[in-house]
């Protein structure tokens, strides 16, 4: 077998891969005498088939397979031994004129998409900003809040308030208030107040009692409100196929009321122990957000270099060979108008994607199973601490274990950890412009700058 690659130019190439009979010949051979071995043909004994009607029939179809996986393999040895970095998958070009029958010889040609070469590198003046962001007295109490109510208890309040939770059932109605036939309706149903939009609407539930009925619209939730996970449907019947109008009948309000600020609480968010008064409490709270902050901050800085260097490294990508990857790569083939209106997001995700291995292979950034495996047990210890549970080593160790075994969830947490690393470097590589700011204002500095 003959295995060798012609450049067409810097991004595009050809590989090509020539069999001699030699190649392929023992398998195939070794395969029919499997096959007259099994075979149960009418008129002769199990394994005393003549040879030379098992190669009539199973001959060609043997070749086809060996030379097949012979294929796959060869090529995709050369490009581990070669280390060719490749975009997207090598395409097969199609032929249409193997004569199976009555040839000895097979060659076959797969288009390959190269990537560019490329450099990353930063002006010797070139600074970005970093932010130390501080959590404000505001910021912990409505943290501290939202743990007390994490663990509080459930009430029924003798007057509704808007953060309190309305349960009851929604029926479809229409604009004359006629129950629609086979329209969406569920029991048990509930939202907060504040989800509703609309003042008039939100005064009304407000001062609904058990068992009353109210008229509430789609229309009257807020936006980005799930009102179809709600009411057990999914968008598309919501918004095309339903009047978007129902009947809300009002069965239940609770409230949850915070738990106190004491030992009991502590032990639930932090562990049994952990934290031994009020004011140590407070410590851990603020220390925690602004560690949280920590990680919004350096995601800032991440995105201020990513977008530097997308604008200013140029990367060429063969995009004749993309466009025609895309149309096979899916599990829906794409045509080519769908792969010209997708062909820009994915040319930037790959453009980013080049750049970040190009930082990685440069500077030697790795991760190995170990390191993931550390990687994997703390985000589950964060996971842990949120609801206040406290698992042992062996625990975290096994769970982390167990999560690594999923190759795609694996491969998630591999990207997270490669994407810390990254930050890691930039943060220690390249001069920063280091600002102490408030949350607050921190806040208002991302969104002006997403605008």
Not at 197 to 212: C, M, R, S
Request: hydrophobic share 35%; charged share 30%.
């Amino acid at each position: 077998m003959n295995v060798t690659m012609s450049t067409t130019d810097e991004l595009n190439a050809v590989l090509t891969v020539q069999f001699e009979e030699i190649d392929y010949k023992d398998n195939v051979e070794k395969t029919l005498a499997d096959y007259r071995k099994n075979a149960n043909l009418p008129g002769f004994r199990k394994g005393k088939v003549p040879a030379g009607l098992i190669r009539k029939q199973y001959g060609k179809g043997a070749l086809i397979d060996e030379v097949n996986k012979q294929l796959q393999s060869s090529v995709s040895e050369y490009i581990t031994k070669e280390k060719l970095e490749l975009l997207g998958n090598p395409l097969p070009v199609e032929k249409t004129d193997i004569d199976w029958d009555n040839s000895s010889t097979f060659s076959f040609d797969f288009e390959l998409g190269l990537a560019p070469k490329i450099e990353v590198t930063f002006p010797a003046r070139k600074k970005f900003d970093s932010y130390s962001v501080k959590a404000s007295a505001e910021a912990m109490e409505e943290q501290i809040l939202n743990m007390a109510k994490r663990y509080g208890k459930m009430s029924t309040p003798d007057k509704a308030q808007d953060n309190d939770m309305f349960s009851g059932s929604f029926v479809e109605i229409d604009k004359d208030g006629e129950i629609v036939s086979n329209g969406i309706s569920k029991e048990g149903a509930y939202f907060i107040g504040t989800a509703l939009e609309k003042k008039t609407i939100k005064n009304k539930v407000l001062k609904a009692k058990i068992g009353d009925d109210l008229t509430i619209s789609a229309s009257d939730f807020a936006e980005g409100f799930n009102l179809a996970e709600v009411l057990g449907t999914n968008e598309h019947q919501l918004n095309d196929h339903s009047t978007g109008i129902f009947n809300f009948t009002l069965t239940h309000i609770s409230r949850v009321e915070p738990a106190e600020l004491n030992q009991e609480l502590f032990d639930k968010v932090f562990g049994e122990g952990t934290i031994k008064s009020e004011e140590e409490f407070r410590a851990r709270v603020a220390s925690d957000l602004e560690n949280m902050y920590v990680r919004d901050a350096d995601q800032h800085m991440m995105n201020q270099v990513s977008e530097y260097l997308m604008e200013n490294i140029d990367v060429t990508l063969p995009e004749a060979f993309l466009k025609k990857w895309m149309q096979t790569s899916g599990e829906k083939p794409l045509t080519a108008e769908e792969v010209e209106v997708q062909f820009p997001d994915m040319a930037k995700g790959l453009k980013w994607q080049l750049i970040e291995n190009r930082v990685i292979q440069d500077n030697n950034l790795k991760a190995e199973y170990a390191e993931l495996l550390d990687y994997t047990k703390q985000l589950l210890r964060d996971q842990y601490v949120q609801y206040g549970m406290a698992p042992d080593e062996e625990q975290v160790t096994k769970s982390a274990t167990d999560v690594l075994q999923n190759q795609e969830e694996a491969q998630r947490i591999n990207d997270r950890l490669y994407d810390e690393k990254l930050k890691g470097y930039f943060k220690t590589s390249l001069k920063l412009n280091e600002k102490e700011i408030a949350y607050d204002d921190f806040v208002k500095l991302v969104s002006k700058q997403k605008a």
